[in-house]
């Protein structure tokens, strides 16, 4: 089956680039109709979509994150990276990389998320 699983940084400074590594394995990241996403949750909060990312390389943010947040491939490693700049406590979080697609059935379209990575956890400290 497919799997995703982040890594990165666990402990990142004020101020500093974040770096968070999607890495898909049993699977392959050029099937059309995928987006790739990053979320994350900060303790007491809800889950927050940050960005999306399609094999073509077309990317989607979150307009409160859009001017620090930058998603691109790695294809030939299977990967995609999350890179959130000029850190913050605010940033602190559980993130998360999952697998979303479109489907239609009798009730209408939607998105659905079908994989999802057990999540990092980011402290942003000095």
């Known amino acids: 089956q497919v799997q995703l699983q982040e890594s990165g940084p666990g402990l990142v400074k004020p101020s500093q680039t974040l770096s968070l590594t999607c890495t898909v394995s049993?699977?392959?990241?050029?099937?059309?109709?995928?987006?790739w996403d990053w979320i994350r949750q900060a303790p007491g909060k809800g889950l927050e979509w940050m960005g999306t990312?399609?094999?073509?390389?077309?990317?989607y943010y979150r307009p409160s994150l859009k001017s620090r947040t930058s998603i691109s491939w790695d294809t030939a490693k299977n990967q995609f990276t999350l890179q959130l700049s000029s850190v913050t406590p605010e940033d602190t979080a559980m993130y998360y990389c999952?697998?979303?697609?479109?489907?239609?059935?009798?009730?209408?379209?939607?998105?659905?998320?079908?994989?999802w990575g057990q999540g990092t956890q980011v402290t942003v400290s000095s």
């Open positions: 049993s699977g392959s990241v050029t099937t059309t109709y995928y987006w």
């Open positions: 999952a697998r979303r697609y479109f489907y239609c059935a009798s009730s209408g379209c939607q998105y659905k998320y079908d994989t």
């Open positions: 990312i399609a094999f073509s390389g077309t990317t």
